[in-house]
Nanobody, 121 residues
Framework: QVQLVESGGGLVQAGDSLKLSCAAS????????ISWFRQTPGKERDFVAAISSSGGTNYRDSVKGRFTIFRDNTKNAVYLQMISLKPEDTAVYYC???????????????WGQGTQVTVSS
């Protein structure tokens, strides 16, 4: 079992930055692929970024160059650094864990509760 807790969301203006945190407990996060997804009301949960257990990363096209996913195994946590935020980045952001990297939310077994990010124009 892996328990995940997100934090760091908030209300910011377009162009601002935020760093989301995904703190894990129960198991060592270094052995899992961790992804960030986001969801707006009435829409599907969308892939944002992923980091494999070996440190390889993957991003959705719309966030490349603006978002960076990285892990700190000493803190058993994964982070999503977001810069140059846009109103269309507004969503609830979730982190999720699984064995092996994937961009498909249905393939993830462990999820956090989500953190709201709101970007005003």
């Amino acid at each position: 079992q892996v328990q995940l807790v997100e934090s760091g969301g908030g209300l910011v203006q377009a162009g601002d930055s935020l760093k989301l945190s995904c703190a894990a407990s129960g198991r060592t996060v270094s052995s899992y692929a961790i992804s960030w997804f986001r969801q707006t009301p009435g829409k599907e949960r969308d892939f944002v970024a992923a980091i494999s257990s070996s440190g390889g990363t993957n991003y959705r096209d719309s966030v490349k160059g603006r978002f960076t996913i990285f892990r700190d195994n000493t803190k058993n946590a994964v982070y999503l650094q977001m810069i140059s935020l846009k109103p269309e980045d507004t969503a609830v952001y979730y982190c999720a864990a699984r064995r092996g990297i994937s961009s498909r939310p249905l393939e993830y077994e462990y999820w956090g509760q989500g953190t709201q990010v709101t970007v005003s124009s």
